[in-house]
């Protein structure tokens, strides 16, 4: 665990970023910075100990924030589908952010595996090509991420600041996440679109274990920047987790298949094991715990 650091994380409203500063600030001084238009968040964080600051951060408007943080953990991001909007805040940010903190003994970016061409069900590694994944639901998405990827590199260069860059898969957890959405639709009775080359394979990764692989990725920040995969050691269909987490619930998903869908994006974690180690949490084990906390009232 990290113990005794000043810690500043962005974008920590969101499904990634709360629950790794509410951990964080058990150990540590931790600051928060968001938009903070969710009051309800903002007084999760505070109650955890974290101290919140309303920034926008693709205005560049730092002044007043400490410059003497010796930890940043990046969870920002944007998918309004508005290009200008999105590579301010997703790739823009990071330059203002690393430029302010740059005396910091660690930069964690997270970034996305969306960064990845599409290539049916390859295990995509550091080192493939990277592509517009995400065109058809999120058209500004994976550019951005791209291009945010890009600023995090020269940052970690230029400023001589150890940088990781992390791609995480498909996060989910208590605080939410794409089967935590299946979930809402099947209740819901909506259908969910898959992509027509099935199985639809990712590799989901509780937010338990992204709160403990948050250290690690720190301790591993070099420059140049390391990139690696951050996502679950199992890899699993979105045609599977929707089948178990219906049968917990006792509803039968319906699973509408067309090219008008995210693909396939399951990851190559050898990288990934062999600098900060596999997940812990089954996905089995991790998606039932998500339905039971996020619906107790349909487990009694």
Partial sequence: MLEGAKVLVTGATGQVGL????????????WALARFKDQGARQALEEAGVRCCTVDLSSGQLDGLPDDFTHVANFAVAKSSNF???LAINAESVGFLMSHCRSARAFLHCSSTAVYQPNGHHRFK??????DNHRLVLPSYSISKIAAEA????????????????RLNVPYGDNGGWPALHLDWMLAGVPIALHADKPNLFNPIHEDDIVEQVPKLF?????PAVVLNWAGKDQVSMEEWCEFLG???GVEPKLAYTTQAIASVTTDNTLMHQ???QTRVPWREGM???ARARHPELFG
């Fill in 126 to 131: 550091e080192t493939d090509p990277l592509g």
């Fill in 151 to 166: 600023v995090a590199r020269f940052g970690a260069k230029h400023w001589n600041l150890p940088t990781t860059i992390a």
């Fill in 84 to 86: 200008q909007r999105d």
């Fill in 288 to 290: 039932e715990r998500m």
């Fill in 247 to 249: 049968r917990l619930v």
């Fill in 19 to 30: 629950p790794v500063a509410r951990t964080l600030a058990s150990r540590n001084e931790v």
């Fill in 219 to 223: 301790e591993i920040a070099d420059v």
């Fill in 275 to 277: 600098l900060i180690g």
